[in-house]
């Protein structure tokens, strides 16, 4: 089992650093590569949503029980979505639904999990 601690740093490092970098990736990544991208960045997208619509996986064990963003899947599947058109078009604008996701991630957490607003 994670304790709280390495939940945070799991969270903050792992999640959330992982998604920043696929938020800077359409920057410096050559676009010959963007539709290689798209089909990771729609396979993401299709499974937030495919977990959202079936209410799937609402134990996770790295947030120590509940899944607190379950009902956040819907937005991130949509983001995900979104930038992957913009990978399909040759856009770097990809990059931008990719930081709103990184951002909405970070506030979600310190509103819900962190609870800093209460």
């Not at 920043?20 to 949503?49: E, H, N, R, S």
């Not at 977990?51 to 064990?61: E, I, P, Q, V």
């Amino acid at each position: 089992m994670i304790n709280s601690k390495n939940r945070v740093i799991f969270f903050l490092f792992g999640c959330i650093g992982l998604r920043l970098f696929m938020a800077y990736l359409p920057q410096i990544l050559p676009k010959k590569y963007f539709k290689v991208m798209a089909a990771v960045v729609t396979l993401m997208g299709l499974d937030f949503l495919r977990l959202y619509f079936t209410n799937s996986r609402l134990n996770a064990f790295e947030a120590g029980g509940k899944t607190w963003w379950a009902d956040l899947r819907l937005i991130h599947g949509a983001l995900l979505l979104t930038a992957a058109v913009y990978l399909i078009q040759g856009s770097k604008n990809a990059s931008i639904p990719l930081l709103i996701d990184v951002l909405s991630g970070i506030s979600f957490y310190f509103i819900r999990r962190a609870k800093i607003f209460n």
